[in-house]
């Protein structure tokens, strides 16, 4: 049986630390990574970003000169994710319905180090969350991944500030500096609407919101109440 998953510790030299031209990944020998690709290289392999759902292309040789068996091209991904030596990357190879998806992540104590939180968004759910649904319900989530972007989130955020837009609660005035950014993002367009051609506009069709506003915004379904309503009762 083929390996599923594995873990790298990040070296100085593959984040560039050393002033290396490339970022790049190198394997462990005792793992097979020709089975785990199951490619013949140089190949170009999609990954897909665990936390941020944004998709990467590696360049992948397991023919290197000196016989390492590398991930080139890794640059983006460490850039985005702020990686540094010692931190660990895990890739998970997924298989569903006969597709293969290979799920990227990047850790620190364990821990990803990009936008980690314990639980998820009322219109959001994760993979290791969806376990316990139907394989077909686990599909979509690995399918429609796409929508759930960091970068979107980020303007969100970068415009609207981390303040709810029902209750206008505000976490960094409360709690201080452990507050300071934490806001959940609410789709104003259902997750289940969006299509696969969908491009997200973070100014249009997203909304910062404090956990308990959107909570209740998805107390309603199918059709979750707008903010507005939200407003209103709390007017009242």
């Known amino acids: 049986m083929s390996q ?63 016989g390492e068996v590398r991930l080139y091209e890794m640059g983006l991904f460490y850039a985005e994710r702020g990686a540094l030596p010692g931190d660990e990357v895990k890739i998970e190879k997924k298989v569903i319905d006969g597709n293969t998806f290979y799920e990227i992540d990047l850790l620190r104590n364990g821990i990803s180090t990009y936008y980690s939180q314990d639980y998820s968004l009322p219109d959001e759910v994760n993979e290791d969350n969806a ?9 979509s989530v ?47 367009v259902p997750i289940s609407e969006i299509g696969k051609s969908y491009k ?9 919101v404090c956990p308990n506003c959107h909570a209740m915004i998805h107390k309603r379904k199918p059709n979750p109440f707008r903010i507005n309503d939200i407003k209103e009762r709390l007017e009242k």
């Open 4 to 66: 599923s998953s594995f873990k790298k510790i990040l070296s100085p030299s593959e984040v560039g630390a050393k002033k290396m031209n490339d970022r790049y990944l190198t394997f462990k020998s005792k793992v097979d990574y020709i089975k785990f690709y199951g490619k013949t290289s140089p190949v170009r392999i999609n990954h897909i970003d665990k936390v941020s759902i944004e998709q990467y292309t590696f360049r992948y040789d397991n023919a290197v000169s000196n």
């Open 131 to 139: 376990k316990g649904y139907p394989e077909g319900y686990l599909k």
């Open 142 to 188: 690995l399918v429609n991944k796409f929508e759930r972007s960091i970068k979107a989130r980020n303007e969100c955020i970068d415009y609207y500030g981390a303040i709810c837009a029902a209750c206008e609660f505000d976490f960094e005035d409360k709690y201080g500096d452990i507050g300071k950014g934490f806001i959940h993002v609410h789709h104003l």
């Open 200 to 208: 997200v506009d973070p100014i249009n069709d997203l909304i910062p």
